[in-house]
């Protein structure tokens, strides 16, 4: 399976694919011994100086280019947390749905996990800090070369959702 997680923001919005075993295929040996395998990640950066309706615009056509480069058989997104502010909270609103329409869109399936199930699942505590989480998204994945935060994030989601799948299917 490969699952693409996806970190939204209205001016950063980060995107990460790993491979995993499906739960019930997944092998008790062989080279990565049924653990995930980093593929990519990435980083679309939005202009902050247009309007949030170009910036929309520009998001759902870099997703679908993404979606459509990396083929995808599941997508993780982030769910609605508190914000430190109204205006962020609707601007996250916004870049959730383009999101959630992209995927839709391609016929993919959508899971959503709270931050703190996934800093849970990937560091194994719910309050760790983005250092935390980057630090061990690229020990779990062994990735030898720094991530954006948002990069970071995204592995970090499609992380908690192989580990959440394998976990449901023992």
Known sequence: MRVLGIDPGSVYCGYGLIRHSEPSHAPRRGRNGGQPVYLSSGRIVLPARKPLHA??????????????????????IEKIFFAKGIKAALSLGHTRGVVLLAASLAGLPIHEYSPLEVKKAVVGYGRADKGQVESMVRE?????????????DALALALCHAHSTQFAAR
């Not at 056509?61 to 993404?66: G, M, N, P």
């Not at 480069?69 to 993780?76: A, G, L, N, W, Y």
Request: glycine residues 2%; charged residues 25%; negative net charge.
């Open 55 to 76: 910036r929309l615009n520009e998001l759902y056509a870099s997703l679908v280019e993404v979606i459509e480069e990396h083929q995808p058989d599941e997508i993780v």
């Open 140 to 152: 779990i994945l062994r990735i030898g070369h720094s991530l954006s935060p948002d990069s970071a």
